[in-house]
C-alpha cells in the first residue's frame, strides 16, 4: 500500500537540543500506525515536526508525495492534515460549540456530520453551549477529537489520547478511531497504552533516543514478546 | 445541513445548560458610585462627578481595549501604545487646527465635518504606524519580554522626540467645537455635553468590540489565539495575519483615545502618551490580560475612584488607581476576567 506521509531522514532541534536525529517513517494511506516508544523517545516532537510546529533541521517530510517540511503550520494543517495535541487544546473560553465552529475551516459545520460526532461523544451534545474549560478531562479529549473530525482530513495525528481518562472514555476513542479509518482516513497515533495500540493499529513504528528503531506491522510486535520486551521494555501480559 | 447558525442548532438546543455567567465585577462600578454617595454633600455634584467619571472611564477604555487584545493574543509587553496616544492627539490637531472656523461656528454639521474627518485621519495614521511598528520593531522579537519592553519602551522615546522635533515643544490648545461645549442642567446637577458624547463613543467601541469576539469567526479566533496561538495555526489559521490585523486595530483605538483625550483637555502635547500609558496598564492588568469586558469595567472603576477620591481626599486621587489595583489583585489575583494563562 503506498504510504500518504514519509519521513526520511528528519532532525530536529529544539534549541541547543538535538530530539530527533534521522527519523524514517512510512505511514501508509488508510491504515492506523502507531507510534511507541518509552517517555522522551521523541514521539510527540514526531508529530510536532510533521505539524510544521517545531522546523525539522535536516531530512524531509512527504505528504501525499509532495514536501511539506519547508510549509507553515497553518499550511500544513491546509493540506488536509488534523492535530489531537497530548494536551488536548481546547479553547477553554470558548463554548463546545464556537470551538468546533473554528474548527470548521471551510464554513458551516455539517449536521449529519455533527450527529454521527455526538455518536460516539454524546455529551458534546449536552454541553454544547458550555464553555470548553469547564468539561472534565474526558470530555476535553472528546472535544479535542470532535474538532479534528468536524471536517473531513486526510491524515490524522494523535497524540496520547487515551493519557490519564477512564475506561468507557477510552472504549469511545477506540471505537470512534476505527470508524474515522473505516470511512477511509489515515491515522498516526502516539500511544502509551499498548492495549488500546494493539486494538486499532494496523502498522507500527516504535522510537528510541529520537530515532525508529523498528518498524512493522501490529501482529508481528504482538506475536513477538521477546520483541515487546527488547523494543518497549514490557509484555503484553502485563498491560490486560 | 448548516449546524452554525444559531444557538439552537442541535436536537437538545435550548434546553441545553450553560455556563454559569460570572457577573460579580460588572457590579464593582455600580456599587462603588453607591457606596460614594453618602460621602458626597449633595446628589447633583454624586451625578456630576460620577458623569465625569464615567467620561473618563470611557476615554481609558478605548486607549486600553487595544492594548489588553495585543498583551492577550500576541503576548507583547507593548510600551509603546503610549506613542500612538499622542500621535493619534497630534494627527488630530493636523485637521481640527486648519478647519478651526468650523470648528467655531455655531453649525453642528460643520462642526462635525470637522471632527469626524480628524478622528479618521488620526485612526488611519495610527493605524498604519501600528503596521509599521509591528513588522519592524515587533516582529524580531516575539517572544521575549525583556527585549519587548526594551524596545517599545525605546520605541516610545524616539516617537515622543520625533513629535517635539516636528510640532515643538510647546502646548498645542486645541478647543471643543462650540455644539460640545456647555452643559445640561439636570435639576441641579451640571453635566458636561463632551463628556456625555464620549460614555456614547466609549459605549459604541465597547458594544461593537464585544459583537465582533462573540458574534463573528474573526472574533473567535482572536479569543482562542488569545488562549493558544499555536492550537489556533494547526487549526489552518495563518495567525501572523490577525496579530497585524489586531496590532493596527489596537493602535488606532490608542488614536481614538488620544483625540477625545486632548478635546478633553483642550490641549497636545507630547508627554500625554507617556503618561496615560500607567493609567492604560493599570486598567488591563485590574480587567485581566486579555479581556476587553475585564478592561471595561477596570476603565470605569479606575476612572469613578479617582474623581471621588479626587473630590472627598484630594491627596488620595494620586495614588487611588495603584491602590485599586492592588485590592483587586488580592480578590484576584489574575485580575476581573482573565483569558490567558500567562
Not at chain 2, 160 to 183: D, H, V, W
Request: proline share 4%.
Amino acid at each position: 500500500m503506498s504510504e500518504l506521509l514519509t519521513l526520511s531522514g528528519v532532525e530536529t532541534h529544539i534549541g541547543r537540543y538535538h530530539i530527533l536525529h534521522g527519523v524514517e517513517l512510512g505511514v501508509p494511506e488508510g491504515q492506523t500506525t502507531m507510534l511507541l516508544g518509552r517517555n522522551g523517545a521523541g514521539k510527540t516532537t514526531t508529530l510536532r515536526t510533521i505539524m510544521g510546529l517545531w522546523r525539522a533541521s535536516g531530512g524531509e517530510i512527504r505528504f501525499g508525495g509532495e514536501r511539506i517540511d519547508a510549509l507553515s503550520t497553518p499550511a500544513i494543517a491546509r493540506a488536509g492534515i488534523g492535530y489531537v495535541p497530548e494536551t488536548m487544546a481546547v479553547f477553554s473560553d470558548l463554548t463546545v460549540k464556537e470551538n468546533l465552529v473554528l474548527a470548521a475551516r471551510e464554513g458551516e459545520m455539517d449536521q449529519t456530520r455533527l450527529d454521527w460526532i455526538f455518536g460516539f461523544f454524546p455529551p458534546l451534545r449536552k454541553f454544547w453551549l458550555s464553555r470548553a474549560g469547564t468539561l472534565s478531562g474526558g470530555q476535553k479529549q472528546m472535544l479535542s477529537f470532535a474538532r479534528s473530525l468536524i471536517e473531513p482530513r486526510r491524515l490524522l495525528l494523535i497524540d496520547e489520547p487515551t493519557k490519564g481518562l477512564a475506561p468507557a472514555i477510552i472504549g469511545a476513542l477506540i471505537d470512534c478511531l476505527k470508524e474515522v479509518k473505516r470511512r477511509g482516513a489515515t491515522i498516526l497515533l502516539v500511544e502509551q497504552n499498548f492495549r488500546v495500540a494493539q486494538a486499532i493499529g494496523d502498522t507500527v513504528g516504535v522510537m528510541d533516543n529520537g530515532r525508529v528503531v523498528h518498524a512493522g506491522t501490529m501482529a508481528e510486535l504482538v506475536a513477538d514478546e521477546a520483541m515487546q520486551q527488547r523494543l518497549l521494555g514490557l509484555s503484553l501480559d502485563t498491560h490486560q | 445541513m448548516s449546524a452554525q447558525g444559531t444557538d439552537g442548532d442541535t436536537d437538545a438546543g435550548a434546553a441545553l445548560p450553560k455556563t454559569p455567567r460570572d457577573y460579580l465585577p460588572l457590579l464593582l462600578p455600580v456599587a462603588l458610585a453607591l457606596a460614594a454617595l453618602p460621602f458626597v454633600p449633595s446628589t447633583s455634584t454624586w451625578v456630576t462627578l460620577t458623569i465625569a467619571g464615567l467620561a473618563m472611564g470611557m476615554m481609558i477604555f478605548v486607549m486600553a481595549s487595544g492594548l489588553t487584545l495585543i498583551f492577550g493574543l500576541m503576548d507583547v509587553l507593548n510600551f509603546g501604545h503610549g506613542a500612538f496616544i499622542a500621535i493619534g492627539a497630534y494627527m488630530a490637531t493636523l485637521v481640527l487646527i486648519p478647519l478651526a472656523a468650523w470648528m467655531q461656528a455655531d453649525s453642528v454639521w460643520l462642526n462635525l465635518a470637522a471632527v469626524v474627518p480628524a478622528v479618521l485621519f488620526a485612526m488611519a495614521v495610527t493605524g498604519a504606524l501600528g503596521l509599521a511598528f509591528e513588522r519592524i520593531v515587533i516582529m524580531p522579537v516575539y517572544g521575549q519580554h525583556l527585549k519587548q519592553i526594551l524596545i517599545t519602551m525605546g520605541g516610545m522615546i524616539v516617537a515622543e522626540q520625533m513629535l517635539y522635533a516636528f510640532f515643538g515643544p510647546q502646548q498645542i490648545p486645541l478647543p471643543l467645537p462650540t455644539s460640545l461645549r456647555g452643559s445640561f442642567q439636570f435639576g441641579e446637577a451640571a453635566i458636561e455635553k463632551y463628556r456625555v458624547v464620549c460614555v456614547l463613543v466609549g459605549l459604541a467601541v465597547f458594544l461593537a468590540m464585544l459583537a465582533i469576539l462573540n458574534r463573528s469567526k474573526i472574533g473567535l479566533l482572536i479569543r482562542a489565539g488569545v488562549e493558544n496561538t499555536e492550537m489556533v495555526e494547526a487549526l489552518g489559521y495563518r495567525i501572523t495575519r490577525l496579530f497585524v490585523g489586531v496590532f493596527m486595530a489596537g493602535s488606532a483605538l490608542a488614536g481614538l483615545g488620544g483625540v477625545m483625550w486632548a478635546l478633553y483637555r483642550e490641549q497636545v502635547n507630547a508627554a500625554m502618551g507617556g503618561e496615560l500609558l500607567v493609567l492604560v496598564f493599570i486598567v488591563v492588568i485590574i480587567g485581566g490580560l486579555g479581556s476587553v469586558t475585564g478592561c471595561f469595567i477596570g476603565a470605569l472603576l479606575v476612572a469613578l475612584a479617582t474623581n471621588y477620591a479626587g473630590f472627598l481626599v484630594p491627596k488620595l486621587a494620586l495614588v487611588t488607581d495603584i491602590l485599586l489595583m492592588v485590592a483587586v489583585l488580592l480578590w484576584r489575583p489574575r485580575g476581573l476576567y482573565p483569558v490567558t494563562s500567562r
